[in-house]
């Protein structure tokens, strides 16, 4: 199978648990919300993300594991993956352990003496934030099996395991509905189990499928040692995200209260959700990119930079666009109740969101070359001014919407970034061409096809109807836009000899 029909069908596979996961996340969170009220929503929220923030050592062990592991694929040394695999288990295993001690120290801490929360509540989020960790660990502790599932590109596998996801979330919708216990504590070990569940699901199929999985405690120097500094310069860049995603987190609750948190585990929400539909088109290209340059392919990578940087932004933007413009609605019939900042919370993401996806395989390029050391400490460098400056202003009585904004415009600056360190590593990578070709391209699309739904929103009423429309024209104009921008001529002949033939055989 070619390496395009390849990337289609792993695409088409991811999209499907995708939707599956779309459709169930924005039932349950509905459920989720107005069963346990803003109060303890926000408390969930806030308590669990102090133990993610703990895991920034994972996020940077985790990139390095996927990186490595698909690039000695891409190599053909199995002997080499094996052992790769293996000591990077040994390392999450690590990690976990890290993660477990700060969490039960530091953690506990600040918990205890810096968090606004009701005294009333404060035994239960003692019991979420202990659940927490344990469900961070099993995470940690499961990316090297996601990683190889990525590296062989067996994108069917998550279809499968979603589907059973989805409905262990539902019974867990289910079991808070009707149980008697108190909620919050309910929901942190309901969601606890499902996690461990999947965890073990996908390890037995990757011992089953993968004979390199198979577990082998060590320590190689020659294999452990690169992984080791490429996350150890990639640490920065992703201390400096989780830093900024989860401080702001924490601002806003020193500043607003854990009903604004609500809010912001709302936006959070709806931006992970959303951004799914080009991430899952990112998981299904960075094995390619990465092999590519193990072959030092540099053209071919280089093409698939450009093109897939082009369709992960008009991927997101075919969906935001709708989203952005009537987001009051839109949350106002999922949630009936909606708390006081969402909506323009979510509006700030999701236009944050764009700028990410037009710049994602761009990190991509850079990680498969190994040299991170220059983009972690630049953009985790410029990442990190959020939090300063979000404090500053929100200290001087600015309203919880700043943080949003001030990280809008720094993301922009991070991104536009990455193509200037990428030439750095590859020389032979044209940031000319990239601008051309996937900037210019999308910020047309973008331009052209807002002007009529635009137009329809602040010309209707407010209602079925209207959102309707405006969700039709967003749709059908990215769709023409994308078709006669982003295609070349000879492309869209191509595709319009497949449609007539697939038109033809259908009616013959």
Not at 69 to 83: A, N, Y
């Amino acid at each position: 199978m070619s390496n395009s029909k390849n990337i289609a069908k792993n695409t088409a596979f991811l999209y499907v648990r995708m939707l599956l996961t779309m459709v169930v996340s924005l039932y349950t969170s509905r459920i989720v919300l107005n069963t346990l009220g803003a109060e303890d929503y926000g408390i969930y929220n806030i308590v669990g993300g102090i133990t993610i923030m703990f895991a920034f050592l994972n996020q940077s062990m985790s990139g390095a594991t996927s990186r490595f592991l698909i690039f000695e694929l891409g190599r053909g040394d199995l002997g080499k993956l094996r052992r790769t695999f293996s000591n990077a288990l040994t390392v999450h295993f690590l990690i976990a352990g890290i993660v477990f001690v700060l969490a039960e120290t530091i953690g506990i801490w600040f918990l205890e003496n810096k968090l606004i929360i009701n005294p009333e509540r404060m035994n239960t989020a003692r019991w979420v934030y202990q659940l927490s960790i344990l469900s961070t660990m099993i995470s940690i502790t499961q990316v090297p099996y996601n990683a190889i599932i990525i590296a062989y590109e067996r994108m069917n596998i998550y279809v499968y395991i979603e589907i059973l996801n989805n409905l262990l979330r539902l019974g867990v919708v289910y079991m808070l509905v009707i149980g008697s216990f108190d909620k919050l504590f309910l929901y942190a070990v309901l969601v606890l189990c499902v996690s461990f569940t999947i965890a073990m699901i996908y390890r037995l199929y990757c011992a089953r499928r993968f004979p390199e999985t198979k577990f082998r405690l060590g320590w190689d120097k020659n294999v452990v040692k690169p992984m080791l500094s490429f996350s150890g310069w990639d640490l920065y860049g992703n201390l400096s995200r989780t830093a900024k995603t989860e401080g702001v987190n924490i601002l806003l609750n020193l500043f607003h209260g854990v009903i604004v948190n609500a809010a912001y585990g709302i936006a959070n929400q709806v931006q992970n959700t959303v951004f799914n539909f080009s991430s899952n088109f990112l998981m299904a290209v960075r094995p390619q990119i990465v092999k590519y340059y193990a072959a030092n392919d540099i053209e071919k990578m280089q093409r698939l930079v450009v093109t897939s940087a082009k369709f992960s932004f008009l991927l997101l933007f075919i969906i935001s666009l709708p989203l952005i413009i009537e987001n009051d609605f839109v949350l106002h019939i999922w949630l009936k109740e909606v708390p006081e900042y969402t909506i323009v919370f979510c509006q700030l993401t999701l236009l944050s969101n764009l700028i990410i996806a037009m710049f994602n395989t761009v990190v991509i390029a850079i990680h498969a070359t190994g040299k991170v050391k220059r983009v972690s400490i630049t953009i985790g460098s410029i990442y990190l001014l959020v939090l300063p400056i979000s404090y500053l202003l929100l200290k001087n009585g600015f309203s919880p919407i700043i943080p949003f904004i001030v990280n809008a415009f720094l993301t922009l600056l991070g991104c536009s970034s990455y193509l200037w360190l990428l030439r750095l590593n590859v020389p032979q990578f044209s940031i000319m061409r990239f601008f051309l070709e996937a900037v210019i391209v999308c910020l047309s699309i973008a331009f052209v096809s807002s002007i009529l739904p635009v137009y329809l929103h602040f010309s209707m009423d407010n209602g079925w109807i209207r959102f309707i429309l405006v969700t039709f024209c967003s749709i059908i104009l990215v769709a023409m836009t994308t078709y006669y921008f982003a295609f070349s001529k000879t492309s869209r002949n191509e595709y319009m000899k497949i449609v007539k033939k697939k038109i033809k055989s259908f009616f013959l």
